[in-house]
């Protein structure tokens, strides 16, 4: 972890520290900032009352959400004897992208799954930077047949399979860190309290982890509801699958922290709008 950097989660709990390596590619927290001309465009009630937390500023070449969950997922790679990771997504993929760009600066080898889906001019961009990275670039004709091609290239031992989206328990941890870093933001009046915390829901890893810290971070139990916006058909991403990330990200938790024996969450507020991106 860089110096400057701070993980919220491992105040909290100190025993994950030790148990959980990181790779420190992002600096923590991501500050909050107030939205002053979204707020106007909602209405008079909204001054000072929209804020975004800056992921985007977490690293220097890429921002967004993928920092905070690679530098766990990649963090023991060398390790345990993997120099190639491999992943997938549409030919627009954020994934691939954050992949095929870490992976140059940890020195690993990535290979990236590429199907369809509609081209913008954002999706034309994310190929273009994909392109410049090196990375190995295989086309499928769609997102099952890439599923199948990323097993196949996963065989040998040195591949690892990096999952779509980068959701994993272990990168749900990140967003578990991240709901504490929120919470300790609040609390020291760096942003006021947040009734709603919005945060796109693709594979749901970012959403349930972000929710779950939230949850044991106290920040739901004061009224906070955290709200996923989905951006993937219902199939992909709906309540089933965010209650099942988070139990695995529980379970991942307890197997590093015996501190985490009686943290189960019973019950929690989770709302999900309806809107699609349509180009993600
Ligand atoms: C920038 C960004 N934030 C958040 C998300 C949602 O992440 P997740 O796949 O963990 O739901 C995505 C992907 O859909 C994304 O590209």
């Not at 300790?184 to 959403?207: H, I, K, L, N």
Request: proline fraction near 6%; include cysteine; aromatic fraction near 8%.
């Amino acid at each position: 972890m860089t110096s400057e950097s701070e993980y919220a989660l491992f105040e909290r709990f100190p025993e994950l520290e030790k148990t959980i390596p990181t790779l420190g590619l992002g600096v923590y927290p991501s500050p909050v900032r107030p939205m002053p001309n979204v707020a106007k465009a909602l209405g008079q009630g909204y001054t000072d009352k929209v804020w975004v937390k800056r992921d985007d500023l977490n690293n220097e070449d890429y921002g967004g959400n993928k920092i905070r969950k690679f530098e766990l997922e990649y963090a023991p790679l060398k390790k345990r004897g993997y120099d190639t990771v491999a992943t997938m997504g549409g030919i627009g993929t954020n994934q691939g992208v954050a992949a095929a760009i870490f992976c140059k600066q940890l020195g690993l080898e990535c290979a990236v799954v590429l199907h369809p889906q509609p081209i913008t001019e954002d999706v034309r961009n994310k190929l273009m930077l994909l392109h410049t990275t090196g990375c190995r670039m295989h086309r499928s004709g769609g997102a099952i047949r890439a599923i199948r091609k990323l097993g196949r290239i996963c065989r040998p031992d040195n591949v690892y399979r990096h999952a779509p989206g980068g959701t994993s328990p272990i990168a749900n941890v990140a967003f578990v860190n991240a709901g504490f870093e929120l919470a300790r933001q609040v609390e020291a009046g760096a942003m006021p309290f947040p009734d709603y915390v919005y945060v796109a829901a693709g594979t749901t890893g970012t959403f349930a982890g972000l929710l779950y810290g939230a949850y044991l971070a106290g920040l739901t139990e004061k009224g906070t509801k955290v709200v996923g916006v989905r951006v993937v058909p219902r199939v992909l991403g709906n309540r089933w699958i965010v209650r099942w990330q988070m139990r695995r990200t529980h379970a991942f938790l307890c197997s590093r922290s015996k501190q985490f024996e009686r943290e189960v969450p019973k019950k929690f507020p989770l709302a999900q709008t309806d809107q699609r991106r349509g180009e993600n």
